[in-house]
């Protein structure tokens, strides 16, 4: 009789705990660097690469980790948010219990639209911060495009505008909305960095599509101009450039489309100090399947990269599940061959 494969216990794109065997961890792996080539236009994984995957994906280990020396920068997003005590106890828990090597400051509604009502206020936070803090202390929040359209904002919406074929006048809005997003991060850079901030953090960038892509890149070039020595980092939203614009460039690129090698030159050239790609999870999928692909669309932004990359391994990208508590298992893996892989200089 043949011999039954051993199935190992691996995750799924929504968290959820599953049995493959080694044969079909390998063509989940093959079959996500196939997709993730015909999807962004990029090369597969090689063979190498996809056997140090299956290394990983195979062991039935609780945790997977780098070798020592292998151990790269960890920045988060969200660590100052009062998720267990004040948000400056929230910094020392991830720096002094997590060993982050920098921490954020963030408001609970976290966008810079918000955050500019309450500027005073989060600026002695960051004062605060910085007094009992090692790490570097970011700000961070969203950009956030829609909140500057009715009903929350003062232009025209132009995901109603859309529908209706009003086409040139649902980028007017969006033109007029990139106009005051940038006053305002700005605005709220120019303060947290009088308050001692070591950066400024743009989250979940393009999250509203290219105008919400082109508000944070001319946002990034005012800020580094104004403030030479600033740290500024740069998270995506998604895998590829949203065109609810379309028509809109920076330095003669149009941006609607653009995959991650794309999206790191364009910040690298607005003067970002780190760019975070992030590649979206199919949820339906194995672990295996998605690590595979995130890795192949971001491996041309890490290696031709002049600025930092620091993948997005959160909930929902990078291969990480989408999840509200993500597995270790799977955070693991997908961080170990980030790092492995593709040579990320942080995560």
Not at 289 to 314: E, F, Q, S, Y
């Amino acid at each position: 009789m043949p011999t039954m494969e051993k199935r190992i216990p691996t995750r799924f794109g929504d968290g959820s705990l599953g049995h493959l065997t080694t044969s079909e961890i390998r063509a989940e792996l093959e079959a996500g660097t196939q997709a993730g080539s015909a999807r962004a236009k990029v090369a597969p994984l090689t063979e190498d690469e996809l056997e140090h995957l299956l290394d990983i994906f195979a062991s039935p280990a609780r945790f997977s980790a780098v070798d020592i020396g292998d151990e790269v920068v960890l920045t988060y997003d969200g660590s100052g948010s009062k998720t267990v005590g004040t948000r400056t106890q929230d910094l020392l828990i991830y720096e002094q219990m997590f060993g982050a090597d920098s921490v954020e400051l963030g408001h609970v509604d976290y966008s810079y639209k918000a955050v500019k009502t309450i500027l005073a206020y989060e600026a002695q936070c960051m004062k605060d911060a910085q007094l009992v803090t090692t790490v570097p202390v970011m700000y961070g929040a969203m950009p956030n495009l829609g909140l500057y359209s009715e009903p929350d904002g003062p232009t025209p919406n132009w995901s109603s505008l859309l529908p209706q074929g009003r086409v040139e006048e649902a980028r007017a809005a969006q033109e007029q909305a990139v106009e005051l997003a940038v006053q305002d991060m700005v605005h709220v850079a120019d303060a947290l960095w009088e308050a001692g901030a070591d950066g400024i953090d743009f989250d979940t960038a393009g999250a509203a599509g290219d105008g919400d892509f082109l508000a944070t890149l001319r946002a990034v070039e005012q800020i580094r101009a104004r403030h030479p020595q600033m740290g500024i980092q740069v998270g995506m939203a998604g895998e590829f450039v949203l065109g609810m614009h379309g028509e809109l460039e920076y330095h003669g690129v149009r941006l609607a489309g653009l995959w991650p090698e794309a999206q790191m030159r364009l910040v690298s050239a607005a003067g970002a100090s780190i760019f975070g790609p992030a590649v979206n999870v199919k949820t339906d999928r194995s672990g295996a399947w998605n690590v595979a692909r995130a890795l192949t669309i971001a491996k041309p932004c890490v290696a031709n990269a002049d600025i930092p990359v620091h993948m997005n391994v959160g909930m929902g990208v990078g291969g990480v599940p989408m999840n509200t508590y993500m597995a270790l298992d799977a955070v693991s893996r997908a961080s170990r061959a980030c790092v492995d892989v593709l040579k990320v200089d942080g995560l």
